[in-house]
């Protein structure tokens, strides 16, 4: 396929074209999932190709996607590109402009530990159907399932500019989830949490050890039935990294994306509160609070050489110091706010136009051990497991539930709460953050499923963070 | 067509199998602008086929893409080799097996009647009438084709054609923000009428024009706009089906027959409604029929597919939900907001989530317009407001029903970007609670 995007990018290096790239991917993925002890669903999506022509023309971008790949589609996708662009161009007003980028040509496979993609079938099921029947049994256990989603994609990526890359990911999903009921009311519990994507093959599936961790998840869940909520009004909380991960990811993540200050994502995804004019000003957080986005990190799901534009991966400080510098930018809005793109115009499939994306957005870490930060905590909680999320439109006001959270008394966890409810504006909530735990503490959490444009892409990135403590936040909301 | 009949020999010629296959044509057309001008034109065309292939109650799914005979054919042979060393599922049964068809009507291809001009001159339009307030647009212009053949071993051999329109605008103020929505989405584009729209546009934007004020958390008298009250019946769907009984999240379990909802309150799903987009069949190939699911606050019928229906010995009907119609009542609009002194009257609601999907408890926000309402008339224009409720509260919280009611497009977005459509009046609701405000438009 290499020769097939060689032999169109060649076509589309014309006068009337001032820029184009295409995209070819191919994309296998398998799901293996086990409900209530029972294999529901085992499934396979191999070779699945797209093929994506992006051109801008008189200043407006033109897309065309396929699926199909012989030669009289593949010719009606160039066509309908360029013709997408021209007469768009009929209803644009401020040409797109960005700078030339210098050319790129290179390779990257990632080498799983082990290839789910080469593992016998047979083993893969075995595997989770012992984790799906130790998830049975217990009469207050009245629904289960256990699932891994496997996944690799192959791109090719060329523009008109010189660059040429080719790549090779492999990304799992594993999860598990038990709802406890004693007739009134039900309580759930995962492993290991929402934010369960990671870069690596089966291995991913073992690291995260649902079978060690089932009779845990099991006896939090009824217990949770009994638990007592949150009481006070207020509290210091101490957040674990699989739910902080996506704290980050909704208040400070989606808020740093430049196509929204831009007003590109209003219609569905949303705007944010963040103008141009706080760059290098505005107060995101205490002075602690460090915030980058790195996609030269090849330990998360978002590595790679160059994004889906041509811009090489890159880390960029986002805030610094608890200060607003940067933003995630493409190359167009990055020449809008005059700074250089952070290398996060990403697309999840080839038949996709690339958008401003997380890749590896991260919380810097901080000191000591968790232990130690609940430790130094008189009163509060310590909340993880992400049950509900909810953010407005602007990225100011978030709403969390978590499944589970332990009450601190004097340094010390003393019980569980029930379905503890925090609510927060943005800057506000990251200026009371008066921990963060350090490098020990730190991984990458991950996501499959962050949703984003229209035609909406779901798209793989990490997150790397530590626990972290939060002062003083309103954490009794009921509905 | 050809293909089709080839899935429907597979079928026969490998009678130690069932097989159930989703054969789909999908293309799109789909204009994103943003600051009154375009932002991407792009085209999307796919053709896939999603196949379940069974060994007695064993089962393996995969799909191709550009699916052709001898890869099909392969991929069967791949199958055959792992099949037997799957576990049972002993709640499977067998496939669908209604055979009754619907007309199967042949519809215009939209991405042909509506072009990227004429896409371009409306837009241009909608423009030029908001441009006087100091507003631009923003939003999306879609026209899908999707033909759809559902094919199985029990003899299922259906076609569904789906060509639905989508336009969302949203007028934003340069000034401060604050944003408005209008949308049409149907199947005939000879029901639009862009002098109306453009209209009901502008009057949005004349009442956002004003000052912007934030409201303290409480519990207040709302008008629910249409898409609102539809959104949450949405949400409340994933309660209606026969899947969420088996999975012990459904808020009805054990409430069939009895009344828990105000009288007022009938809601049917209605997929051959005139003003909505049809659909002729459910995701099995059942035969998709209007459904009364509450009648004068009755819970009447879950929806149940297949495999449900036959693991919970329930009776299938095919409904999914995909055409929800709520029975309007007997106000204005006009009237519904002069009955209040002081409240709320909110256009749109956004990131709602289940806190508890049993208890049908929510969090959300308000979002493309939210007005104060004072001495019966919508005075100024307020932050977005996050609300954390029950769903159920809201609904037995309705005091009054609008006399008429509006067709409300909304989309899968994933995927194939599937349109659906509801038909949804405006209600009054009282004590609606607002947990907590966003301090931003």
């Known amino acids: 396929m290499k020769k097939l995007v060689y032999d169109i990018i060649n076509k589309l290096d014309i006068p009337e074209v001032t820029y184009a790239d295409v995209r070819f991917t191919n994309t296998d993925d398998q799901v293996i999932y086990f409900e209530k002890g029972k294999l529901r669903h085992f499934g396979s999506d191999y070779d699945s190709i797209d093929l994506g022509v992006r051109v801008l023309v008189n200043g407006c971008w033109g897309f065309a996607g396929t699926t199909i790949f012989n030669n009289t589609s593949i010719e009606k996708t160039i066509?309908?590109?360029?013709?997408?662009?021209?007469?768009?161009?009929?209803?644009?007003?401020?040409?797109?402009?960005?700078?030339?980028?210098?050319?790129?040509?290179?390779?990257?496979?990632?080498?799983?530990?082990?290839?789910?993609?080469?593992?016998?079938?047979?083993?893969?099921?075995?595997?989770?159907?012992?984790?799906?029947?130790?998830?049975?049994?217990?009469?207050?256990?009245?629904?289960?399932?256990?699932?891994t989603v496997l996944y690799r994609q192959y791109k090719v990526y060329a523009n008109t500019e010189g660059t040429f890359v080719d790549s090779m990911v492999y990304d799992t999903m594993p999860m598990m989830y038990v709802l406890a009921s004693d007739g009134k009311e039900t309580m759930c519990r995962t492993w290991p949490g929402h934010m369960n994507g990671r870069r690596g093959g089966f291995e991913v599936v073992r690291n995260v050890k649902m079978e060690e961790n089932a009779d845990k998840i099991i006896e939090e869940a009824i217990k949770l039935l009994d638990a007592p909520r949150i009481e006070e009004e207020r509290a210091d909380i101490i957040i674990g990294g699989g739910h902080l991960a996506l704290q980050l990811h909704?208040?400070?993540?989606?808020?740093?994306?430049?196509?929204?200050?831009?007003?590109?994502?209003?219609?569905?995804?949303?705007?944010?509160?963040?103008?141009?004019?706080?760059?290098?000003?505005?107060?995101?957080?205490?002075?602690?609070?460090?915030?980058?986005?790195?996609?030269?990190?090849?330990?998360?799901?978002?590595?790679?050489?160059?994004?889906?534009?041509?811009?090489?991966?890159?880390?960029?400080?986002?805030?610094?110091?608890?200060?607003?510098?940067?933003?995630?930018?493409?190359?167009?809005?990055?020449?809008?706010?005059?700074?250089?793109?952070?290398?996060?115009?990403?697309?999840?499939?080839?038949?996709?136009?690339?958008?401003?994306?997380?890749?590896?957005?991260?919380?810097?870490?901080?000191?000591?051990?968790?232990?130690?930060?609940?430790?130094?905590?008189?009163?509060?909680?310590?909340?993880?497991?992400?049950?509900?999320?909810?953010?407005?439109?602007?990225?100011?006001?978030?709403?969390?539930?978590?499944?589970?959270?332990?009450?601190?008394?004097?340094?010390?966890?003393?019980?569980?709460?029930?379905?503890?409810?925090?609510?927060?504006?943005?800057?506000e909530f990251w200026g009371a953050c008066n921990g963060?735990?350090?490098?020990?503490?730190?991984?990458?959490?991950?996501?499959?499923?962050?949703?984003?444009?229209?035609?909406?892409?779901?798209?793989?990135?990490?997150?790397?963070?530590?626990?972290?403590?939060?002062?003083?936040?309103?954490?009794?909301?009921?509905? | 067509m050809e293909f089709r009949n080839e899935l429907v020999k597979i079928c026969e010629q490998y009678p130690e199998f069932k097989f159930n296959f989703h054969h789909r044509n999908w293309e799109t057309d789909f204009l994103r602008f943003y600051q009154s001008q375009i932002n991407y034109n792009i085209s999307k065309t796919s053709v896939s086929l999603s196949t379940t292939m069974y060994k007695?109650?064993?089962?393996?799914?995969?799909?191709?893409?550009?699916?052709?005979?001898?890869?099909?054919?392969?991929?069967?042979?791949?199958?055959?080799?792992?099949?037997?060393?799957?576990?049972?599922?002993?709640?499977?049964?067998?496939?669908?097996?209604?055979?009754?068809?619907?007309?199967?009507?042949?519809?215009?291809?939209?991405?042909?009647?509506?072009?990227?001009?004429?896409?371009?001159?409306?837009?241009?339009?909608?423009?030029?009438?908001?441009?006087?307030?100091?507003?631009?647009?923003?939003?999306?212009?879609?026209?899908?084709?999707?033909?759809?053949?559902?094919?199985?071993?029990?003899?299922?051999?259906?076609?569904?054609?789906?060509s639905p329109i989508f336009l969302e605008v949203k007028a934003v103020s340069n000034k401060n923000e604050v944003t408005v929505l209008e949308a049409y989405g149907g199947e005939n584009f000879n029901t639009f009428d862009v002098e109306r729209f453009t209209k009901d546009l502008a009057a949005k934007v004349e009442a956002a024009t004003g000052e912007i004020v934030d409201v303290e958390p409480g519990e207040y008298e709302v008008v629910l706009a249409p898409r609102c009250i539809g959104d949450y019946l949405m949400y409340l769907e994933s309660s209606m089906t026969a899947r969420s009984l088996d999975t012990k999240q459904s808020f009805f379990e054990g409430k069939v027959g009895q009344k828990i909802f105000p009288e007022n309150i009938t809601l049917t799903d209605d997929p051959e409604h005139p003003d909505l987009i049809n659909f002729d069949y459910n995701h099995d190939g059942h035969i998709y029929k209007k459904l009364p699911i509450i009648e004068k606050g009755?819970?009447?019928?879950?929806?149940?597919?297949?495999?449900?229906?036959?693991?919970?010995?329930?009776?299938?009907?095919?409904?999914?939900?995909?055409?929800?119609?709520?029975?309007?009542?007997?106000?204005?609009?006009?009237?519904?907001?002069?009955?209040?002194?002081?409240?709320?009257?909110?256009?749109?609601?956004?990131?709602?989530?289940?806190?508890?999907?049993?208890?049908?408890?929510?969090?959300?926000?308000?979002?493309?317009?939210?007005?104060?309402?004072?001495?019966?008339?919508?005075?100024?224009?307020?932050?977005?407001?996050?609300?954390?409720?029950?769903?159920?509260?809201?609904?037995?919280?309705i005091t009054d029903i609008e006399n008429q009611s509006y067709t409300i497009p909304s989309s899968s977005n994933y995927g194939e970007f599937e349109i659906y459509s509801a038909k949804m009046p405006h209600v009054k609701v009282k004590g609606f609670k607002i947990s907590s405000s966003t301090r931003t438009v």
């Open chain 1, 250 to 427: 909704e208040s400070a993540g989606h808020a740093t994306e430049a196509d929204r200050i831009y007003g590109k994502e209003i219609s569905y995804a949303g705007k944010t509160f963040i103008k141009p004019a706080m760059l290098g000003n505005f107060k995101y957080g205490s002075e602690i609070v460090n915030i980058f986005s790195d996609s030269t990190n090849e330990g998360g799901m978002g590595f790679h050489l160059v994004d889906d534009e041509g811009t090489p991966g890159a880390n960029v400080d986002i805030v610094k110091n608890g200060i607003l510098l940067d933003q995630q930018t493409s190359q167009e809005t990055a020449a809008l706010l005059g700074v250089q793109p952070s290398s996060n115009m990403l697309a999840s499939f080839a038949d996709d136009i690339p958008l401003i994306r997380m890749t590896n957005f991260c919380l810097a870490p901080g000191k000591g051990s968790l232990d130690n930060l609940i430790k130094s905590t008189e009163n509060g909680y310590y909340i993880d497991f992400t049950k509900t999320w909810s953010i407005d439109d602007n990225r100011n006001n978030f709403q969390f539930t978590t499944e589970i959270g332990w009450k601190i008394e004097n340094g010390k966890i003393k019980h569980i709460v029930k379905e503890p409810t925090y609510y927060g504006i943005t800057p």
């Open chain 2, 56 to 162: 007695g109650k064993k089962s393996y799914s995969f799909s191709l893409k550009n699916p052709a005979k001898a890869k099909l054919l392969e991929k069967i042979e791949e199958v055959k080799m792992i099949i037997d060393k799957l576990p049972e599922d002993p709640d499977f049964i067998d496939l669908e097996d209604d055979l009754t068809k619907s007309k199967e009507k042949e519809k215009i291809n939209n991405i042909e009647k509506v072009s990227l001009d004429k896409k371009i001159d409306i837009l241009q339009k909608i423009t030029e009438a908001i441009e006087p307030f100091d507003f631009k647009i923003y939003g999306t212009f879609i026209c899908n084709y999707r033909t759809l053949y559902i094919i199985n071993s029990n003899g299922l051999n259906k076609r569904e054609i789906c």
């Open chain 2, 298 to 397: 009755v819970f009447k019928n879950f929806m149940v597919d297949n495999y449900y229906g036959r693991k919970l010995k329930m009776k299938k009907n095919g409904a999914e939900g995909s055409g929800l119609v709520m029975e309007t009542g007997n106000k204005t609009r006009e009237e519904l907001i002069g009955s209040i002194k002081r409240g709320l009257y909110i256009s749109s609601l956004h990131y709602m989530n289940f806190i508890n999907r049993k208890e049908t408890s929510v969090t959300g926000l308000t979002r493309d317009g939210t007005f104060l309402i004072e001495n019966g008339k919508l005075t100024k224009a307020v932050n977005n407001l996050r609300f954390t409720e029950k769903i159920s509260d809201v609904i037995n919280g």
């Open chain 1, 436 to 479: 963060i735990c350090g490098q020990e503490e730190w991984e990458f959490h991950g996501t499959f499923h962050c949703g984003k444009g229209e035609p909406g892409q779901a798209i793989h990135l990490s997150h790397g963070v530590a626990p972290a403590r939060f002062k003083n936040i309103v954490c009794n909301v009921k509905a």
């Open chain 1, 79 to 147: 066509k309908k590109a360029i013709s997408n662009a021209k007469v768009g161009s009929k209803f644009r007003k401020e040409p797109a402009t960005f700078k030339k980028l210098k050319p790129i040509k290179d390779s990257y496979f990632f080498k799983p530990k082990e290839d789910p993609f080469l593992m016998d079938d047979k083993f893969k099921i075995d595997f989770h159907e012992k984790i799906a029947q130790k998830l049975v049994g217990n009469k207050k256990i009245v629904y289960s399932y256990v699932y």
